[in-house]
C-alpha cells in the first residue's frame, strides 16, 4: 500500500510543478492547491498507514498501545488542510480581481502594479 500511495504523491507532485510553471493565474492557484494535497498524503503515509487501534489510553493503563495509530500527524493534516483552503480561496479571490482589473491572466504580461493604483488607467485597462 505504501508504494502505491508513494506513486500517487509521486504523480500529484509532478503535476503540482507543471501547473505551478504554466503562465495563467487559474493553473497557478491549482498547481499551489495540489501541492498542498501533496503533502497532507505525504505526511500521512509518512506516519504510517498500518494501526490496529484508537489512539486513547486504555482506562487502568498510564501508556498508549504499540498497535495504535499516531494521532499527530492527522491534527497537522487537519491544520493544513484548513490553512490550505484559506490559502486556496485567498489566491482565487487574487487572481479573479487580477483578470478584473487587467483584463487578461497571462504571467508575462502583468510587469507591474502601478497600473492599479491609478483610477483612470483601470478605466481604460476595462474599455480595451
Given at each position: 500500500?505504501e508504494i502505491i500511495m508513494s506513486l500517487v504523491i509521486?504523480?500529484?507532485?509532478?503535476?503540482?510543478?507543471?501547473?505551478?510553471?504554466?503562465?495563467?493565474?487559474?493553473?497557478?492557484?491549482?498547481?499551489?492547491?495540489?501541492?498542498?494535497?501533496?503533502?497532507?498524503?505525504?505526511?500521512?503515509?509518512?506516519?504510517?498507514?498500518?494501526?490496529?487501534?484508537?489512539?486513547?489510553?486504555?482506562?487502568?493503563?498510564?501508556?498508549?498501545?504499540?498497535?495504535?495509530?499516531?494521532?499527530?500527524?492527522?491534527?497537522?493534516?487537519?491544520?493544513?488542510?484548513?490553512?490550505?483552503?484559506?490559502?486556496?480561496?485567498?489566491?482565487?479571490?487574487?487572481?479573479?480581481?487580477?483578470?478584473?482589473?487587467?483584463?487578461?491572466?497571462?504571467?508575462?504580461?502583468?510587469t507591474h502594479t502601478d497600473s492599479l493604483d491609478d483610477?483612470?488607467?483601470?478605466?481604460?485597462?476595462?474599455?480595451?
Amino acid at each position: 500500500m505504501e508504494i502505491i500511495m508513494s506513486l500517487v504523491i509521486g504523480v500529484c507532485y509532478a503535476c503540482a510543478v507543471f501547473l505551478l510553471l504554466q503562465k495563467r493565474l487559474l493553473q497557478i492557484v491549482l498547481g499551489i492547491a495540489l501541492l498542498g494535497h501533496a503533502t497532507n498524503l505525504l505526511i500521512f503515509v509518512a506516519a504510517g498507514l498500518h494501526g490496529d487501534s484508537v489512539p486513547i489510553i486504555p482506562q487502568g493503563s498510564e501508556i498508549l498501545a504499540l498497535t495504535a495509530v499516531d494521532p499527530l500527524p492527522q491534527a497537522l493534516i487537519l491544520t493544513a488542510i484548513v490553512i490550505g483552503l484559506a490559502l486556496f480561496g485567498f489566491s482565487l479571490a487574487l487572481a479573479y480581481r487580477c483578470v478584473a482589473v487587467l483584463g487578461h491572466d497571462d504571467i508575462d504580461q502583468i510587469t507591474h502594479t502601478d497600473s492599479l493604483d491609478d483610477p483612470v488607467s483601470i478605466s481604460n485597462n476595462k474599455d480595451s
